[in-house]
T-cell receptor, first 116, second 114 residues
């Protein structure tokens, strides 16, 4: 089955530094990738939709200059949290879709970010 | 806008008990409906789905029926196991949009005790 690999699985960084999270589709080409954020015991909040070769579409309230998304190829999207602050600490999950419409989403295992 | 509402958790059951997790939705048109499961420290896995009214999705003993008249997609399992302990998310995908942009419910934590 389709596999999405997310790296790193956890990361601890200091305030003011930047952190990059990678999301790779291992055995399929992902035309669209989605980045979600999950707070403890809460649902997933869609942050942005990433299409290969074009700018990401951010959801309302998500700072695009803080959460930089790059989708340079059909198998890789990256999320960079810039100038991280403790309130950015969260669980970030990516997902990838093979096609459009009702194509199933395949999720990565998530990245636990802790900003100290 | 589209929304998904799940029953509040946490839900705690004994092994072999019957499980129901309620899910209702609000959407324009005819969305596809999904149940995802999240085990501790992991991402989400698709559990089952239904793409049109009266469809029944099933997997690993779990079932859910797409009820358009009640805008519901309740998750059921006849006999839960300890290994079913996880967080369950109901989600919808409005077919009018391209890609697979999902709207999730709040999630329901299920704990099954031996």
């Amino acid at each position: 089955g389709a596999v999405v690999s997310q790296h790193p699985s956890w990361v601890i960084c200091k305030s003011g530094t930047s952190v990059k999270i990678e999301c790779r589709s291992l055995d399929f080409q992902a035309t669209t990738m989605f980045w979600y954020r999950q707070f403890p015991k809460q649902s997933l909040m869609l942050m942005a939709t990433s299409n290969e070769g074009s700018k990401a579409t951010y959801e309302q309230g998500v700072e695009k200059d803080k959460f930089l998304i790059n989708h340079a190829s059909l198998t890789l999207s990256t999320l960079t949290v810039t100038s991280a602050h403790p309130e950015d600490s969260s669980f970030y999950i990516c997902s990838a879709s093979i096609g459009t419409g009702n194509s199933p989403l395949h999720f990565g295992n998530g990245t636990r970010l802790t900003v100290t | 806008g589209d929304s998904v509402t799940q029953m509040e958790g946490p839900v705690t059951l004994s092994e072999e008990a019957f499980l129901t997790i309620n899910c209702t939705y609000t959407a324009t048109g005819y969305p596809s409906l999904f149940w995802y499961v999240q085990y501790p420290g992991e991402g989400l896995q698709l559990l089952l789905k239904a793409t049109k009214a009266d469809d029944k999705g099933s997997n690993k003993g779990f079932e859910a029926t797409y009820r358009k008249e009640t805008t519901s997609f309740h998750l059921e399992k006849g006999s839960v196991q300890v290994s079913d302990s996880a967080v369950y998310f109901c989600a919808l995908n409005p077919k009018e949009t391209s890609g697979s942009r999902l709207t999730f419910g709040e999630g329901t934590q299920l704990t099954v005790n031996p």
